[in-house]
């Protein structure tokens, strides 16, 4: 690889996430984090390299683009023009104007976000996910599964919409949590099963060959009577009780044979949604079956996060992670494979 590469680094303007008086924007103030993250790591590999800010104007960051002529572009947009649903065009943009990009491509941005498409196609194959269904109003709930609960968006990443609340355990609190997803955030809500058991997250690193690297496990030092999960506040807000007492370990402790059970569900998952470059797999393990509740393709990469975490336990330095991943959108322009 060159060092005369020239490396554009993209990523998406700082928005607040404004829905009826509802502030949901911290997340987003990672992606500057990640971006300054990688572009250390360009200056430690001698790279040439510039960065791009996705704002409103779509025809300029296409003429900024045009103008520097990046060999290929690290993705990190998480948005496109202040909403996460057009995160998966930001790829398409790339793709028509045929530069080469990290991370996973538009139908897997797409399909991941949509929690009920994601659970249909592991389901297909066979990998075990929570029991669910996607309902409008709690008039159209079955009641098929039974309580506990988990109330979620459909089409949101980042715990977004997930608090304390999002657990239910009666008709009432499912109505009225129900009612707050949908009016909120303008999208069915999807009601899954509850699993309680042992939070773990694999970080799959790869293209053709991906591997998992070491696990990590939420542990929460909750009270008995109360939920364990990765809410919003619990994942981004460092001031909040439930980040206080939501701690990632990596490598989890766990047996040899079910390590091994979860590592395989996690590429079978990986896999299975056409991921590609690296991926977070968010898992419940209960009585040694591990259950896939999401896959993040593009997930944070900041240096605090779980994926660096598991880069680093493994051994891997920053940098060569970067050079990784860029290696791999280099090799499919080779073979003329954007999508």
Request: charged share 25%.
């Amino acid at each position: 690889m060159s060092d005369a590469l020239r490396v554009g680094i993209l990523f998406n303007a700082v928005t607040d996430f404004v829905q009826e008086g509802d502030v949901d924007y911290i997340s987003y103030v990672d992606v500057l984090e990640q971006a300054q993250a990688v572009e250390n790591a360009l200056q430690k590999l001698g790279f040439h390299h510039q960065t791009f800010v996705l704002e409103d104007d779509i025809e300029s960051i296409i003429h900024a683009l045009k103008l520097y002529g990046p060999d290929v572009i690290i993705n990190l947009c998480e948005a496109a023009l202040g909403e996460s649903h057009l995160e998966m065009n930001v790829p398409c943009l790339l793709e028509l104007l045929r530069i080469p990009y990290t991370g996973s491509a538009p139908l897997t941005l797409g399909i991941c976000q949509n929690k009920g498409l994601t659970k249909e196609i592991l389901r297909t194959i066979g990998v075990p996910t929570p029991k669910y269904q996607l309902v409008g109003s709690f008039d159209e709930w079955k009641g098929h599964v039974p309580y506990p609960l988990i109330v979620k968006p459909l089409k949101e990443d980042a715990s977004l919409g997930i608090t304390r609340d999002s657990y239910v355990r009666n008709d009432e609190e499912l109505n009225r949590q129900v009612r707050y997803v949908v009016g909120l955030y303008g999208q069915p809500a999807l009601v899954e099963e509850y699993v309680d058991g042992r939070e773990l997250n694999v970080s799959i690193l790869g293209y053709e060959n991906p591997q998992a690297l070491p696990i990590s496990e939420i542990t929460f030092d909750f009270d008995d009577d109360e939920p364990r999960i990765v809410s919003y506040p619990a994942k981004w807000i460092k001031e909040s009780e439930e980040y206080k007492k939501t701690r990632p370990i990596c490598p989890a402790k766990l047996e040899p044979s079910t390590e091994e059970k979860v590592r395989t569900v996690a590429l079978m998952a990986y896999k299975a949604l056409y991921c590609r470059d690296y991926a977070r797999v968010d898992i419940r393990l209960r009585d040694n079956v591990p259950y896939v509740l999401e896959i993040n393709p593009n997930p944070d990469i900041s240096p605090d996060a779980g994926f660096a975490r598991s880069l680093k336990t493994a051994g891997i330095p920053y940098e060569e992670f970067v050079r990784k991943i860029i290696t791999f959108a280099l090799d499919r322009k080779q073979g003329q494979r954007f999508a």
